[in-house]
Each structure stands twice: as C-alpha cells, then as structure tokens.
C-alpha cells in the first residue's frame, strides 16, 4: 500500500511522492514561548513526531525544523493588540528575555519527557530577523506591500490565489469579523509584515522604523532558510489554518513565484470533557499540571495519540485512566515474553503472525498515520499470543517485533521496569519463603501491605513477578 496523507490544501487523501527521492523536509509550527505548553498543543506536537518517526521507519531521511516563536504573536492572534510575550513579562512581572528563555527551558524538557525525537533544528524567531527584514524589502519591491503609520503590510488583493488553503478567499472574507477595521489599511483582510513601535519591549531597527515582525513572516522566513523556498511537509494545528498558514503562503509564493509546502497536515482540536479547553472553565491542562496530578508521561503521550489526528479528541480522566490500562497491558506482555524460559526453535504460527500483525501496522499508519488501526493490530497480536505456549525463541522474536514498532509509537514499551528499594525486595522474597515454609498467612500479609504501597505481586509459573499499580 502506498504511503498516503490527507492534504488541507487540496482537501483529499494524496499518494505521498516527496520533491527529492528518498528525502523529506518537513517544517512544524512551534511553540509561543511566554507559558507553559498546553495539552491541545501537545496534540498537534506528537502528530508531529509521530509523522517524523514513521517516515523514518519507511526508510526516508527527514530533515525536521520546528520553529520557537519569542516576538511578534499576537494576543488573540490579531494584528494590532499586545504581544503575547510582553503580556505574559508584564503579568509575571519579569524581563521579557527571561520569560522567552525559561519557556523555551521548559518546552524542550516537556517534549523530552513526552519521548518526542528532537527536531533537527528549533530556530528562534528573534535571531532570524534580519532574514525577515529581506523577504519584507523584496515583498515591497515586488509591489506586494504599503506602509502606513504602524507598519508595512501585505495587500492581500494582489496575490490571486490567496485562500486557497482555508477556503477564505478575499470575497468572502467579512471585513472587521475578525478584528477591528484599521481605517489606514487599504483592505481590512491586509495583514502586517512589520509593525512599527518604539515602546516594544522587543524591537529592531529596519528601513521602516524600529518594531518588530509579523508573527506569519516568521514562519516564512525560518523555513525556507533552513528547507529551501519549496519544501515537502507543512504541519500545525487546524487553528493555524486561518488566518496563519493562509498568510505564510500568500507572503511566501508572492516573494519566489514558487509553491510554499507540497503536503498541508492539521491536527484537529482537543476538547476536556466535551468542552473548549480553558482556565475559566478548570479545564486547562498543562503537560506539567498532569504530571503533577501522578500521570506518567507515556500514558499522556498515549492519550493524545490514540485518536486519529484528523479527529477531535475529547480529553478526559477517564480517557487517561485507560490509556494507562492499556500501556500496562503491553509493559505485561513485555514481562511475559522476557519470562519465557523453554528453549526451543521459532514456530511457524509465532513468525506468521508477527508478519500479520506488521503488515497490518503498516497499512494502518500508510493510510494517513491511522493510528487506531496500527493499536488495534497490536492488542490482537498481544490477545493471540498469550493464547499460545511459547518457547524463548517465540519470546525473543515478539520482543523484536515490539522494539520495532515501540520505535515508531515513540511508547517506550520495552522500557525496563525501575528498580525497587532493598526493603520492598526484601519483603518479597521473604514472601517467596514464607510460601515455601507454606506459612501462607505470613504470605498473603506482606502482598497485602505491598498492595498498599502500590506494588503489585503476580505469582506464576516462572515464579512471582511484580509491578507498580
């Protein structure tokens, strides 16, 4: 089955046939570095990752860039208004410097936490300004932009093909419903490339006055630098559709006369209990409140990843509740296959559902990264396998199987378990004697108060072995 994803721009499913054989250059929208990254951002970063890794296991060498906005987003994201940088330095009371540098900070420890693979590079938007500064001065000698008293701005109406990937072309646009009219503008739709200030906490001279840049130039600018002026893969959340993605590809074509990005990929939004994420509802979830709260990082990278992309995900507890369930069900399997002790060589039925369930991983993730098919595959390799009595051989050629398809969930299900404290280990084998003196009361008294620490004992034929509740 050919490798195919559902491109925005063109609103179908597309066979995937990068520019350059064997290559892909892939761009993501990044994080606005003044808080904490939410989970609905989360979302939209793991579609992300697991793109890069299965494009990977399909044998492609992917150059990714994820960009780190630090200036110029808009609260809102509006044109006019405050900077959501200097908001949140105003509200925090701290140097705007240090609040883009702390963000930043803990970005790269959430995604590390979350097992994401690290971009190739993070460009941040305040060291590219003077490539912004470039593509701006050849828009305007292009006869794309007009400057008024707060900033040079793109004329919407002379790029022809402008909405063509949100569908909001210039005539349906409705001027002023989405922000206040600029009476200065020419056109309501027209956005800014450069905005004029000398009170900006961040700003940067240029040949139309100190201020700063547009938040869509940004993302112009980093990745054709690093990706060439067309590149294969475009990705962000479906909330970057209109107006940013819209913007980056007029600004883009009207400065090189070439198409911007092959292939557009939107991750669609993430509710909590059916409802818009937001702090006035207690319903606002950082990565970190999560953590907070004793999930483990994998069962949150679990949730958000099991529901197509392309889906809403409606976020809840008890959503968390099982995806931790079914981590654990395989981390089980995991130990159930390292348990295996009789030799023997590999059967035929072991071997032929590997392939099985292989072939079904993949025709799942060819089709538009459908995740739930590639779970669904595992858990029916898992069901079938505990049916059958394995051999070491068996064992050895599932946990390969496992590694080789962990490596695209990015799951860590072969992880090992930690290590336990020397009291915890001496009461389990003290356990492992009282069953042998069959002094069972003693026995079931100390898997008891194990219980009630969280460690969890499971006796078997190879003897007991234990997990965290």
């Given at each position: ?15 995937f046939?990068p520019l350059?054989e ?23 970063f ?10 990977e ?14 200036v ?20 925090q ?5 240090e ?6 900070d ?8 979350l ?22 001065k050849?828009?305007e ?21 402008y ?22 503008k ?15 906490l ?11 840049p ?9 990745s ?6 067309s590149?294969?893969?475009h ?18 074509e009207?400065?090189t ?15 909590v209990?059916?409802q ?6 207690g ?18 990278r ?12 409606n ?6 509740e ?10 089980d399997f ?6 295996a ?15 099985k ?7 799942g ?21 505990n049916r ?12 390969s199987?496992m590694?080789?398809?962990d490596?695209?969930?990015g799951?860590?299900f ?14 389990i ?20 108060g194990?219980l ?11 003897g007991?072995?234990?997990k965290?509740?």
């Amino acid at each position: 089955m050919a490798l195919t994803f559902y491109n925005t721009m063109t609103r179908r499913k597309e066979e995937f046939q990068p520019l350059e054989e064997g290559k892909v250059r892939m761009y993501n929208c990044g994080p606005t570095v003044y808080d904490f990254v939410h989970i609905g951002n989360c979302r939209s970063f793991l579609m992300a990752d697991l793109l890069r890794r299965y494009l990977e296991y399909r044998g492609y060498e992917v150059t990714q860039i994820m960009n780190i906005t630090d200036v110029g987003h808009m609260v809102g994201d509006r044109d006019q208004g405050e900077d959501k940088m200097e908001k949140s330095a105003r509200e925090q009371e701290k140097d705007i410097w240090e609040i883009a540098g702390f963000y930043m900070d803990t970005f790269f420890e959430d995604i590390k936490a979350l097992n994401f693979r690290k971009a190739h590079l993070y460009p941040r938007a305040t060291e590219h300004i003077p490539e912004m500064i470039e593509m701006v001065k050849k828009l305007e000698e292009l006869g794309y932009t007009y400057t008024i008293s707060d900033g040079v701005y793109f004329e919407v109406e002379k790029f022809q093909d402008y909405g063509k990937l949100s569908g909001n072309t210039v005539e349906r646009l409705d001027p002023g419903s989405r922000v206040k009219v600029n009476e200065e503008k020419k056109s309501p739709i027209d956005f800014t490339l450069w905005m004029r200030g000398d009170d900006f906490l961040m700003k940067w001279d240029s040949p139309w006055g100190a201020g700063r840049p547009g938040w869509h130039i940004e993302c112009s600018a980093m990745s054709m630098k690093y990706l060439g002026e067309s590149f294969d893969i475009h990705t962000g959340g479906e909330d970057n559709v209109f107006p940013h993605h819209e913007n980056e590809i007029a600004q883009s074509e009207a400065a090189t006369g070439k198409p911007f990005a092959k292939y557009w990929l939107h991750a669609r939004y993430l509710l909590v209990d059916n409802q818009k994420m937001s702090k006035s509802l207690g319903n606002f979830y950082t990565l970190r409140d999560l953590l907070e709260k004793g999930c483990d990082a994998m069962q949150i990278r679990y949730a958000l990843m099991s529901t197509h992309y392309r889906q809403p995900l409606n976020f809840t507890m008890e959503g968390l509740e099982a995806a931790r369930h079914s981590i654990q069900r395989v981390r089980d399997f995991i130990a159930h296959l390292r348990g295996a002790a009789a030799e023997g060589n590999l059967s035929d039925d072991v071997k032929q559902l590997a392939e099985k369930t292989l072939a079904r991983f993949e025709e799942g993730l060819d089709d538009d990264l459908n995740i739930s098919v590639a779970l669904a595959a595992i858990f029916d390799l898992i069901h079938e396998v505990n049916r059958l009595d394995i051999n070491k051989a068996d064992a050895e050629h599932v946990l390969s199987f496992m590694a080789k398809v962990d490596d695209v969930l990015g799951l860590q299900f072969l992880a090992e378990e930690e290590s336990l404290d020397e009291e915890i280990e001496r009461l389990i084998e003290e356990r492992k004697q009282a069953r042998a003196n069959k002094d069972f009361a003693r026995a079931d008294e100390i898997r008891d108060g194990l219980l009630a620490r969280g460690i969890i004992l499971e006796d078997g034929p190879d003897g007991t072995r234990w997990k965290r509740r």
